[in-house]
């Protein structure tokens, strides 16, 4: 990564401040261009280095009370299938197939977020009579003891 | 509370920040808001805590790190201690409560194998714990932190 590009994802991960013109700041006061600026995180956009830039929120916050971390036991013929459909819903933030520690089976993580519990245990009903899984454990957001984003660039 | 504006706007910046001179112009244009509301108002959703994160999310296996699920098994009169040594490190970005068992749950971003190991050996020693489970992703399905 150029120094450039790393001038400008580390003046950006803290997030944005909230102002008009949040580009020609930092192109000023990296003493480049605006358009430089713009280009810098398109190409990092174009690379896969910064996923998406948009904004994040607290489920809990905007009406999904019910948060589980939901790991399911899938065949490994059928775990790309499944994993694929999973990822299409709208209720499901996080899918993931996990390398598991040897007295573990479930091996098809998600997180799943509903407004309700007869919604969570709809989902599950959903799910399980769809793919036809059977083994799942589902573990129930009790307590946020921390979540944050990564700072990557150091100042 | 949130109103309908405040969707519409969570909607629009969801994962699309307007890549131009005057981004907030550009989202009020399309909401028929001008961009000082629409500024006021994202600043106001940072402050309830509705949004967690404003700006760009990083691709941490590009950028070289390794992440890592893991979880441990804690009795609940001990919860709140090994939760906070969890927490003491950078590098830890989640950490949940979680019904059954193993009940603590966290994410761990480092820089390399040697460094995750190094974290969880502390983890162990300091909140005096056996053994943490680790469960380190094979495949990526989905990963959006915007319900």
């Not at chain 1, 000023?28 to 190409?43: G, M, P, Q, R, Y």
């Not at chain 1, 899984?133 to 984003?149: D, I, P």
Request: negative net charge; proline residues 3%.
């Amino acid at each position: 990564m150029d120094s450039k590009t790393k001038k400008v994802l580390s003046e950006l991960q803290d997030g944005f401040k909230l102002e008009t013109k949040p580009f020609t700041r930092i192109a000023k006061e990296l003493n480049i261009t605006e358009e430089e600026v713009i280009d810098i995180i398109k190409n990092s956009l174009d690379s896969g280095i910064v996923r998406r830039i948009g904004l994040a929120v607290r489920p809990e916050k905007v009406g999904y009370e019910e948060n589980a971390l939901i790991a399911w036991q899938v065949s490994q013929d059928k775990v790309e299938e499944v994993g694929e459909d999973l990822a299409k819903m709208n209720e499901i933030s996080h899918c993931y197939e996990r390398e598991c520690p040897p007295n573990w089976s479930y091996n098809l993580f998600t997180m799943v977020h509903a407004k309700t519990e007869q919604d969570l245990e709809q989902l599950i009903e959903d799910i399980k009579s769809k793919h036809n899984l059977s083994n799942f454990k589902v573990y129930r957001t009790q307590k946020e003891f921390k979540k944050t984003s990564m700072r990557y660039f150091n100042d | 509370m949130m109103d309908e504006k405040d969707r519409e706007i969570i909607q629009l910046l969801q994962d699309k920040f307007p890549l131009v001179s005057e981004p907030y112009k550009e989202i009020g244009d399309k909401i028929w808001m001008d961009e000082v509301s629409v500024i006021s108002r994202i600043a106001r959703m940072i402050q309830d805590g509705a949004i967690r994160h404003f700006g760009p999310f990083f691709d941490s296996k590009k950028l070289g790190y390794i992440g890592c699920l893991a979880a441990v098994n804690v009795p609940s009169d001990r919860v709140e201690a090994v939760a906070a040594v969890i927490n003491k490190f950078d590098e830890v970005t989640h950490n949940y409560l979680r019904e059954g068992v193993p009940n603590l749950w966290f994410t761990v971003i480092a820089r390399s194998a040697e460094r995750r190991e190094e974290i969880f050996a502390q983890i162990k020693k300091e909140a005096q714990i056996d053994e943490i489970m680790t469960f380190s992703s094979k495949r990526t399905f989905k990963v959006r932190v915007n319900v």
